[in-house]
């Protein structure tokens, strides 16, 4: 029908990816120092091979042009000698022939030529060694009349190929036969060709062995860190040695490694040791929220005092319990807004926040500035600080009449109270998780308000801090990295109530 696919269009694909060969299916990736093995052997199998050949064929053209012009350049000799002056056999046979300066010496003195001569009939007057064949071209020759015709031809005497030369001597005297060995330099190339093939051999298992040593050295810290990895990923962050020797790019990645396996680590322990906090610190409200709704049963029992206590805790610890709960996504989260960071005066930071303090405990709150910087980061997460710096000092001075101070110097910020201070063995800790002075056991709080001040400030390249103030009361603050002047030197106050 038109408009409609085939369904069976797809199924050659389909048989071919079933039908896939067992041996394919089953193959596994080869290592990785095997691959470097195997590229070093066969990179130096091809160089050695490609370089065998190219010496092979340049040593033995040599070779072969060098004993040719020596041969052509000893007939060459032969031929001017009998056209110079008339020569006979005898010249080059016997002892006439012998001596240092006769013509035969000047043909083999420097080589490895032998000498036949012929008689002018074309019988061997002297045979040379070994004895040469006398064709129907050299008996011509030896009988023709002028001196310096010549034949040259291959004469092949057992195993042996020899190039063979016929000069003749000219009015009718005879012929000179010269022959040079060729299977000798044949067999000299043979002998070369084998010691080349042995040495290209030999140099492919020194590579292969070169190239799996090499390649041992190269991936050994690869194959490390990657067991490494495979550890962390079946047993998750633990203690495990990653290499970081070296400064070339192995050791930078097992470096990176080894710091992202911290990070991960001490991201573990935080996510255990926070909800182990949660945990004990969701208890409390929680046991007291069911203690509270097991006396709703009897609500119409309780006189209306009881009532209305009842109904102001249960009230009171729903807020707690999600104020705790606010706060702790908020930790987990890691204070991560969308906001993007940009340029922010911590002066304005400070009157956002004081006036949302103010309405929100009544309390007067003063906010100073002093030589007011310019720093980069994120303003709800600031003005978070601030705010919760503010309503620790308000929540553990519920009855105060003096002003909460808020003092910017710089990239600085104080909140200076005049409650019951912090005792010299908590001022450690009162930045922690969940951490509670026994002083402030029995106020509400979940203890997370001035951790996520010191998460802030971390975040903003900078630390929180906790001191007594002089006369009575607490400092509690965070300094944040400044980029630039907030603007003039000088002292701004404003006030609330």
Not at 52 to 81: I, W
Not at 392 to 414: H, L, Q, S, Y
Request: hydrophobic residues 40%.
């Amino acid at each position: 029908m038109p408009g409609r696919r085939d369904p069976s269009a797809r199924l050659p694909a389909a048989r071919w990816a079933v039908r896939r060969p067992a041996w394919l299916r089953a193959r596994k990736p080869a290592s990785l120092r095997t691959s470097f093995a195997l590229a070093f052997a066969v990179g130096a199998a091809g160089v050695t091979v490609l370089v065998g050949l190219l010496s092979y064929d340049s040593a033995a053209r040599l070779v072969r042009l060098d004993e040719k012009s020596v041969f052509t350049g000893v007939v060459r000799d032969l031929r001017a000698q009998v056209r110079e002056r008339p020569h006979t056999p005898a010249d080059y046979t016997g002892g006439r022939g012998r001596g240092a300066d006769g013509p035969r010496d000047e043909l083999t003195g420097a080589t490895r030529t032998d000498v036949q001569v012929l008689a002018a009939d074309g019988r061997i007057a002297e045979a040379g060694h070994p004895a040469l064949p006398v064709g129907d071209r050299a008996r011509h020759l030896a009988a023709g009349r002028k001196a310096g015709d010549w034949e040259e031809r291959v004469a092949v005497l057992g195993d042996t190929e020899y190039h063979v030369a016929t000069v003749a001597l000219g009015g009718g005297r005879g012929a000179v036969q010269v022959a040079q060995e060729f299977s000798g330099t044949e067999d000299l190339l043979a002998a070369l060709q084998q010691r080349t093939v042995l040495l290209a051999a030999g140099v492919v298992a020194l590579a292969g062995a070169v190239g799996w040593w090499l390649a041992c050295r190269i991936t050994g810290r690869l194959v490390r860190l990657t067991a490494a990895a495979e550890q962390v990923a079946a047993h998750g962050p633990t203690d495990v040695a990653v290499p970081v020797a070296g400064r070339d790019e192995v050791a930078r990645l097992g470096r990176a490694f080894d710091d992202m396996l911290g990070r991960l680590t001490t991201a573990v322990r935080d996510q255990q040791r926070l909800v182990q906090d949660a945990g004990h610190e969701l208890r409390t409200p929680l046991t007291s929220l069911r203690t509270n709704i097991s006396l709703l049963r009897r609500f119409d029992e309780l006189p209306p005092d009881a009532r209305e206590e009842l109904l102001a805790d249960l009230a009171g610890e729903a807020r707690e319990l999600t104020d705790l709960v606010n706060e702790l996504v908020d930790l987990a989260a890691g204070q991560r807004d969308d906001d993007p960071p940009s340029d922010v005066r911590l002066a304005e930071v400070a009157e956002r926040a004081a006036a949302s303090a103010r309405r929100r405990t009544g309390r007067e709150i003063t906010v100073r500035s002093d030589r007011p910087a310019l720093v980069e980061g994120r303003p709800a997460a600031l003005h978070r600080a601030v705010g919760n710096l503010l309503e620790n000092a308000a929540k553990f001075d519920p009855e105060g009449t003096a002003p909460i101070e808020v003092v910017v110097t710089g990239p600085r910020v104080e909140v200076l109270d005049r409650g019951p201070g912090i005792a010299d063995s908590d001022l450690p800790y009162v930045f922690d998780r969940f951490y509670r002075a026994p002083a402030a056991r029995g106020l509400p709080g979940s203890g997370l308000g001035l951790a996520i001040v010191r998460e802030i400030a971390t975040a903003h390249g900078g630390r929180a801090h906790a001191a007594t103030r002089p006369g009575g009361g607490a400092r509690l603050g965070f300094t944040v990295r400044a980029t630039g002047p907030d603007g003039p030197d000088g002292t701004e106050e404003t006030a609330g109530g």
